[in-house]
């Protein structure tokens, strides 16, 4: 296996989180909350989506790289397209603890469920942006819902 073989997987699975038993997606959006709450902290909501991009772009290499070596278009070990929609998800949540749970479980549920267009997104693109488009949406999605309850109810 080749050096840049080697450093897609570990990007793809997120150091490895991805390979945990069960529920790989979940597992990956888990090992995603410690990075984004320090991105968080060290520089509020724009650090964090602009790592959150970082993530998408290079998740688009790792997560292609990891899946073309694999001859699979979307394997179950590639979490680091749920480390980008996760990130994305907490940008409103703002290190607050009740909004970060709220912006974990309503990521969760949009990437599972899928609604429009997400759905459409996982089906119809392939390769790397495939992997990570509807990711991203579902953390656009959720972030919307964090959002709006943050600026709706008291904490």
């Known amino acids: ?3 840049a073989s080697k450093t897609a997987a570990l990007l793809a699975t997120w150091f490895g989180a991805g390979l ?6 979940t597992w990956g959006s888990l090992a995603a909350l410690p990075c984004g709450l320090l991105l968080t902290w060290a520089g509020g909501p724009w650090l964090l989506l602009a790592g959150a991009l970082a993530v998408f772009l290079l998740g688009i290499w790792a997560g292609g790289r990891y899946a073309q070596d694999r001859s699979l278009d979307d394997p179950g070990a590639v979490v680091i397209d749920e480390v980008a929609g996760q990130w994305i998800a907490l940008t409103p949540a703002l290190l607050d603890p009740w909004l970060v749970v709220l912006a974990f479980l309503a ?5 599972i469920v899928k609604p429009w267009p997400i759905g459409l997104l996982d089906r119809e693109l392939k390769g790397g942006l495939g992997i990570m488009a509807d990711d991203v949406l579902a953390g656009v999605y959720a972030a919307a819902v964090v ?9």
């Open 147 to 155: 959002w709006v309850v943050a600026e709706v109810m008291v904490f």
């Open 1 to 3: 296996m080749s050096a």
């Open 107 to 111: 990521f969760r549920l949009f990437d």
């Open 20 to 25: 945990l038993p069960r529920a790989p997606g």
